[in-house]
């Protein structure tokens, strides 16, 4: 390709992957279009060259550090069986939130020493499987969670690998319900309880193994204070638990949240309040964040006199969002028009709705909007789009008027029903999201591989499978 053609892409085209050929939008060299009218609308499509390119990035940041860092996607962004086969073919390993992720995770082919399960409400069930597959490390949320894998390993004659899971109080930029270290969030063990929490993890060593502590600040963190902070306050933990009972822990898991950039074309920037805006379109890089994490916590070990703590840890990050959240999007079709008398607005009737995409009606999440069919026509005219739910929330504007999405999307002049549309951004938490309210069958997702190879990862669902669990 010329370097004409590249310097006159979209600004939210990604060389190689995202791209206009022809006029149409291309992803890994698949025409968009040619997709949708193969495997109907809506349509999930992932790209495993980005998804790998993204893992690249996470390990590019490792070795930039010089530290080898244990990578745990974090499957619950999207558990997509192929998607989890193309994360552990990239040389990864896995976090797991319930039974069913562990089954899965499993199932994909991770091995258990590659498998970390968190979650505040573990099932007996759930904890014995993690037992007795062995795995990592189980992040235990409470002293109370401690009994319970206690006991497993006990009914299991089988020792467990676990970890404290700690909430800080560390704010961060983001959305309240993507904060996770403030004590006004479920989750995690308080800084007063963690000696205890140690302390009586550590009274039958043949049952647990103590092996790390765990923190995850949110989702979506645009700034590298908040991982350097929670750095610091676990390697402060670790310090003193090691003076204290001379027990050493082997890990320290920063959790996830590196943030995507959903403004990478900012046409409509300028319409989300300044704070969406900043934590939306985040520059921040893998790099910046262990870069932070790892300055502070030499410094501190060296003031310690612990360097030979430090030299020891496993650092561990769950990365969810930023290995698939750019390289997934849903493509819609326009299946109906509408223009209004009385506000001259034109409606454009899609069919993806909130179903699909969950962040969009909950958080107001921007999810970039483009047209698949006229990629390269300038997107000029203010439309008011909606799914097809019946639901009058089921916009793709802030219907609660707090101004919190764009009150119009910008597409080309002239769209009509049949043209194909494409969110952008959209491969976290929307698939893995999904349900299939107004009897509407979830839709199918394709792969897509260098040099525009396609593969079906998820069949569409028939009429039959929105009866399938019904008993009458
Ligand atoms: C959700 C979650 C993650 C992943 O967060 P991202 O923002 O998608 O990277 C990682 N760890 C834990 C414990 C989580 O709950």
Not at 268 to 281: C, F, I, K, N, T
């Amino acid at each position: 390709m010329s370097s004409q053609v590249v310097a006159s892409q979209p600004a939210w085209a990604i060389e190689g992957f995202l791209e206009t050929r022809d006029g149409r939008l291309h992803i890994d060299g698949a025409d968009a279009v040619r997709l949708a009218d193969e495997y109907g609308t809506p349509l999930f499509v992932f790209s495993a060259p980005r998804i790998r390119s993204n893992i690249r990035r996470l390990q590019q940041a490792a070795a930039a550090v010089e530290r080898p860092i244990k990578f745990c996607y974090a499957s619950k962004a999207n558990s997509n069986m192929a998607v989890l086969r193309t994360v552990r073919d990239a040389g990864i390993d896995i976090e797991v939130n319930s039974g069913g992720e562990l089954f899965k995770a499993l199932r994909a082919g991770f091995r258990p020493a590659q498998i970390i399960f968190n979650g505040t409400s573990k099932t007996d069930a759930e904890i014995d499987e993690a037992v007795s597959a062995g795995i990592y490390s189980i992040n235990v949320d409470s002293i109370y969670e401690i009994d319970l894998v206690e006991a497993s390993a006990r009914r299991l004659n089988k020792r467990a690998n676990v970890t404290l899971r700690l909430v800080p109080e560390i704010g961060t930029r983001s959305h309240l319900g993507l904060q996770t270290a403030l004590l006004t969030s479920k989750f995690g063990i308080t800084s007063s309880e963690v000696a205890g929490a140690f302390r009586r993890a550590l009274e039958h060593p043949e049952l647990l193994h103590v092996s790390g502590i765990h923190i995850h600040v949110g989702s979506q963190t645009p700034d590298v204070e908040p991982f350097a902070d929670a750095f610091k306050a676990m390697w402060e933990h670790l310090v003193r638990l090691h003076r204290e009972t001379g027990h050493t822990l082997e890990h320290i898991n920063l959790g996830g949240g590196i943030p995507v950039n959903y403004l990478r074309d900012r046409a409509q920037a300028d319409q989300l309040p300044e704070h969406e805006r900043a934590m939306l379109g985040a520059s921040l890089e893998p790099v910046d964040v262990l870069t932070a994490a790892l300055r502070v916590a030499r410094e501190q070990a060296r003031d310690a006199e612990a360097e030979h703590l430090f030299d020891r840890v496993t650092i561990l990050l769950e990365p969810g969002r930023s290995v698939i959240s750019d390289a997934g999007l849903v493509l819609t079709t326009i299946r109906n028009i509408k223009r209004r008398p009385e506000t001259g607005d034109v409606w454009l009737l899609t069919d993806a709705g909130y179903n699909l995409m969950l962040s969009m009606n909950n958080y107001k999440w921007y999810y970039h909007l483009i047209s698949a069919s006229r990629a390269a026509a300038p997107a000029t005219v203010g439309y008011k789009v909606a799914g097809p739910l019946c639901d009058s929330g089921d916009v793709y504007f802030d219907i609660e008027r707090e101004g919190r999405l764009p009150d119009y999307r910008l597409l080309p002049i002239d769209a009509r029903p049949g043209e194909v549309l494409a969110l952008l951004n959209s491969g976290a938490y929307s698939l893995a999201q999904m349900f299939p309210y107004n009897g509407r069958p979830l839709p199918a997702a394709v792969l897509t591989g260098e040099g525009g190879q396609v593969e079906l990862i998820r069949r569409r669902d028939t009429y039959e499978d929105l009866l399938m669990n019904d008993v009458w």
